[in-house]
């Protein structure tokens, strides 16, 4: 059965200490794997997707990584306003459909 | 910036009677989506829609629920008969490029007593 599983599941860390986290996959057949960030009450924010291991896409202070198993977002000096959950998601086999995570509610204090 | 506006944002209702959520993709999208959140779980998927019809769907899309696009702006979900369990937070997402690149709305909280 496909799994995305992310950690650590709370994540708390002062202004500007960078950390991050972490999403492993066992999936047939990935042909993406996509971050998104999610406020309270609020839809997710799309923020990258990565296709292929040793991928790299950057957006301000985050950084997402791409292995053959998992996945990373890495949070440089992180703000405050960089608190939110943050989603996991994979695309695989022949389905139009994704597979999301728990997500890991990361909280940054001033 | 373009975004996907959903309608109600809270909708409650009795078991049994039939909900309409609705969604108004992005203008120039073609391909869109519904999941649900039910509160402290993960984000499921329950139906794609492209070209005027479902490309899939999943276990949680029964006979229950339907998807339509009765105009060139709208984007439905009805659930038939609601059930105590659907009610979760319901998000529409649209996209240009297929699942890679979704934008998803705020969501419509559905509550189910």
């Known amino acids: 059965e496909d799994q995305v599983t992310q950690s650590p599941e709370a994540l708390r860390l002062q202004e500007g200490e960078s950390s991050s986290l972490n999403c492993s996959y066992t999936?047939?057949?990935?042909?993406?794997l996509f971050w998104y960030r999610q406020d309270p009450g609020k839809g997710p924010e799309f923020l990258f997707t990565?296709?292929?291991a040793g991928e790299e896409k950057e957006k301000e202070r985050l950084k997402a990584t791409l292995t053959k198993k998992e996945s990373f977002l890495h949070i440089t000096a992180p703000k405050p306003e960089d608190s939110a959950t943050y989603l996991c998601a994979v695309q695989a086999g022949r389905d139009d459909k994704i597979i999301f995570g728990k997500g890991t509610r990361l909280h940054i204090l001033p | 910036e373009p975004e996907v506006t959903q309608t109600p944002s809270h909708q409650v209702t009795q078991m049994g009677q039939e909900v309409i959520l609705r969604c108004v993709p992005i203008?120039?999208?073609?391909?869109f989506y519904w999941y649900r959140q039910i509160l402290g779980q993960k984000v499921e998927f329950l139906v794609s829609?492209?070209?005027?019809?479902?490309?899939?769907k999943s276990e949680i899309f029964d006979d229950q629920f339907s998807v339509e696009r009765p105009d060139g702006s709208n984007f439905t979900l009805k659930i038939r008969s609601t059930k105590l369990e659907d009610s979760a937070m319901y998000f529409c997402?649209?996209?240009?490029?297929?699942?890679?690149?979704?934008?998803f709305g705020p969501g419509t909280r559905l509550t189910v007593t």
């Open positions: 999936v047939s057949g990935l042909r993406g």
């Open positions: 997402a649209s996209s240009d490029r297929g699942v890679v690149e979704q934008y």
């Open positions: 829609f492209y070209n005027n019809e479902i490309s899939e």
């Open positions: 990565l296709y292929s």
């Open positions: 203008s120039n999208h073609l391909y």
